[in-house]
């Protein structure tokens, strides 16, 4: 079975600062790797995936994340965040090439301090 | 493309009515996905079709709550006999084929039981 460890239920961070926020995954097959974010009273979008490839994932408003494999990771990071980026984020995994459930964390609240 | 699309938003109910809710997913997307998220928790998975098939279902999903896709458009998700435990947010997702199982979600349904 997979299973996703956000590893901070909170991150306060001053406004253009930078940010990592954590996650940790476990399984014993291949999987995909996402973040998604949640802004207050909506829905998930997904702000990068990694499906292969480069360990390097750039996704939608400068987020980016890196896969290591060593120490089944995938921290995504923002060089300089921004009040707009209050949000939930969840890391999440699902089986590769199976297009099936996908395994959310817990979630970790961004934040972000004026 | 409109985006997935959940009726009702919200919903208060009391404990021992029935309910139910509709998803319309992106038109071209074949699979659709149920979730459940709790305060505080990430989104849990229900259930998923691939056209108008129901492929899979949690064990979260018990006898009380049924999903159908008749015709491989629209959902519904129905819960009877209400408890206070079932008050949640009911997410759903669509994907197309062949996509590394990017999912959109929709915005979701708030269900309080009172």
């Known amino acids: 079975a997979q299973s996703v460890t956000q590893l901070d239920s909170q991150v306060p961070v001053f406004e253009e600062a930078p940010v990592e926020l954590r996650c940790n995954y476990s399984?014993?097959?291949?999987?995909?790797l996402f973040w998604y974010v949640q802004y207050p009273n909506q829905g998930l979008q997904l702000l990068l995936k990694?499906?292969?490839?480069?360990?390097l994932v750039k996704g939608i408003n400068g987020f980016e994340a890196e896969f290591n494999k060593s120490q089944t990771s995938f921290h995504l990071r923002k060089p300089s965040v921004h009040i707009s980026d209050t949000a939930e984020y969840f890391c999440?995994?699902?089986?590769?090439?199976?297009?099936?459930?996908?395994?959310f964390g817990k979630g970790t609240r961004l934040h972000i301090l004026p | 493309d409109t985006g997935v699309s959940q009726d009702p938003r919200h919903k208060i109910t009391k404990r021992g009515q029935n309910v139910t809710f509709r998803c319309d997913p992106i038109s071209e997307h074949n699979r659709l996905y149920w979730y459940r998220q709790t305060l505080g928790q990430g989104p849990e998975f229900l259930t998923y079709?691939?056209?108008?098939?129901?492929?899979?279902k949690s064990r979260l999903l018990s006898d009380r709550f049924s999903a159908e896709r008749p015709k491989g458009s629209f959902s519904t998700l129905e819960i009877q006999r209400t408890e206070q435990g079932d008050s949640a947010m009911y997410l759903c997702a669509s994907s197309p084929v062949l996509t590394g199982n990017e999912q959109y979600f929709g915005p979701g349904t708030r269900l309080t039981v009172t």
């Open positions: 990694y499906l292969s490839g480069s360990t």
């Open positions: 399984s014993s097959v291949s999987v995909y």
């Open positions: 999440a995994v699902s089986l590769m090439n199976r297009d099936d459930k996908i395994i």
């Open positions: 079709f691939q056209n108008e098939a129901q492929l899979e």
